[in-house]
């Protein structure tokens, strides 16, 4: 721990000169990269530093290259032990200082949070895909080769806990199921205030791996609800002979990922965020996808029972 406080890239990442930051992020991506053993609290630290680094670029252009620098360019690059508590350490740090954003600067914190739940579809869902397409044609190339004896055998013993590993049905989509989880904890948790939980989030001095995320506020809540259907259909894959519907390749779970959504359809104590939910559910795309049913107009009635005026 003390090794890591004293790492000069943390400080330099929110320096004014913007070749002082971008020199501390290249450090800190080397960094994070052969480093699986930071807890959730030095990552927090280091994304301390990083959202000042974002908040002091200025002009579109380096804006967006640095977003997605951060993200589509950092996180699939990490070990897979570090990637939960990094995608944890952003949000907890994205809900803690999210209210701290001034109109000038919201929209390129938004572009950066549209790159975080894009590149989180990119590992967990397509990602997950192309690994289990490649693990599967890699094992028909070695039965292929066929062979007897020990050469074989021995392969089949290396090959059995890898397998087991990643070929059972349960466990094939719990990267993420443990990322929904995160999500739903926290920017997309139904609960926005909860009296119980302290205001800024405490650090368990025996566990520093657990910090409570924070909930909310709205103005984030309403973000994710907007882009979450838009940064999924650029991960998907589609059957292009369907004629009126896009028809889904593969077994993606969409009820998984479109959990977080009906919690607060349902669970939210806001009608605001109930409203916003239910139409991102309704959303004309997820119809199309066969995912959703259309409702009929005269079907529709509001959840509060109120009176909707007289009809024309």
Known sequence: MADFQKTPFVRDLASSDRKVRDKAVESLTLFLRSRNDLTLVELLKLWKGLFFCFYHSDRPLTQQALARTLSYSLVPSLPQATVHRFLRAFWITIGRDYHSLDRLRLDKYLLLIRCYVGVAFEIFVKGNKTQKSEDGKKRKREDAKGGRGKKQKKQKEVEAPAEEETGDSDGKWANLEAY???????????????????????????????????????????????????????VLEFDEDEESNRKILGDVPMELILRPLEKLRTES????????????????????????????????????????????
């Not at 739903?184 to 205030?193: A, D, Q, S, T, V």
Request: aromatic content about 8%; hydrophobic content about 30%.
């Open 180 to 234: 929904i989880s995160i999500i739903e904890e926290g920017p997309l948790c139904p609960m926005n205030f909860d009296p119980d939980q302290p205001s800024k989030p405490e650090v368990d001095e025996g566990n520093p791996n657990f910090v409570p995320m924070p909930h909310g506020p709205d103005g984030l809540r309403y973000h994710l609800v907007d882009i979450w259907v838009d940064e999924l259909e650029k």
């Open 269 to 312: 104590p806001y009608k605001p965020v109930r409203t916003r939910a239910a139409e991102a559910l309704d959303d004309d795309r997820l119809v199309e996808w066969g995912i959703r049913e259309r409702k009929n107009e005269e079907e529709e009635v509001d959840s509060d029972g109120e009176w909707g005026g007289f009809d024309e």
